[in-house]
């Protein structure tokens, strides 16, 4: 599918929330139960990066997509992801920190973790409440949908 995105990160990092920011439905998410294809997106539970034995279905679900979008919670203290986690996917994976709005949230520590897992800039300071960033994640997108025309 051309130009489509995976978005993976733990659970409630916010995957399902920036994929309906993006088509402008600001609704609340659904917990995410499956791996859910939009025309744009592979959106799927947090649980298959929490839990080692799905690690595999994102691994597949890379296969299908034109980049990676691993999500970071700003608000979160501790690495879901385990060190150097995105260097398995032979795609290129782009860190977004969402929750920027939360007055808890911690953008540099949030930083610092995707960097953990493996990621270089830039990375993309969002928030799903005020669209924060989602300006700069609608131009990547099209660039996306460009690379994939040419
Ligand atoms: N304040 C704030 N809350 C957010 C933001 N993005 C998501 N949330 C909230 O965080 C919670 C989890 O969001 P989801 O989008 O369901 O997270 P997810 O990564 O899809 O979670 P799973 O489906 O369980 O893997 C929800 O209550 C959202 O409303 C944000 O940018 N700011
Ligand atoms: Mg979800």
Same mark, same amino acid.
């Given at each position: 599918?051309?130009?489509?995105?995976?978005?993976?990160?733990?659970?409630?990092?916010?995957?399902?929330?920036?994929?309906?920011?993006?088509?402008?439905?600001?609704?609340?998410?659904?917990?995410?139960?499956?791996?859910?294809?939009?025309?744009?997106?592979?959106?799927?539970?947090? =649980?298959?990066?929490?839990?080692?034995?799905?690690?595999?279905?994102?691994?597949?679900?890379?296969?299908?997509?034109?980049?990676?979008?691993?999500?970071?919670?700003?608000?979160?203290?501790?690495?879901?992801?385990?060190?150097?986690?995105?260097?398995?996917?032979?795609?290129?994976?782009?860190?977004?920190?969402?929750?920027?709005?939360?007055? =808890?949230?911690?953008?540099?520590?949030?930083?610092?973790?995707?960097?953990?897992?493996?990621?270089?800039?830039?990375?993309?300071?969002?928030?799903?409440?005020?669209?924060?960033?989602? =300006? =700069?994640?609608?131009?990547?997108?099209?660039?996306?949908?460009?690379?994939?025309?040419?």
């Amino acid at each position: 599918m051309a130009g489509r995105i995976l978005l993976i990160g733990g659970v409630g990092a916010g995957k399902t929330s920036l994929k309906m920011r993006m088509s402008n439905n600001t609704g609340k998410a659904p917990k995410t139960q499956v791996l859910t294809y939009t025309e744009a997106f592979i959106d799927c539970p947090g =649980e298959y990066l929490e839990i080692p034995r799905y690690y595999h279905v994102l691994i597949d679900a890379s296969h299908m997509v034109s980049e990676i979008w691993a999500l970071q919670d700003a608000k979160a203290a501790r690495a879901i992801y385990p060190p150097g986690f995105t260097k398995v996917f032979t795609k290129p994976v782009v860190g977004v920190v969402t929750k920027i709005d939360l007055p =808890e949230a911690n953008p540099e520590r949030a930083v610092s973790l995707l960097a953990q897992a493996g990621l270089q800039q830039p990375f993309y300071l969002t928030s799903a409440v005020t669209g924060a960033g989602y =300006e =700069e994640l609608g131009r990547r997108l099209l660039s996306i949908d460009r690379r994939q025309n040419h």
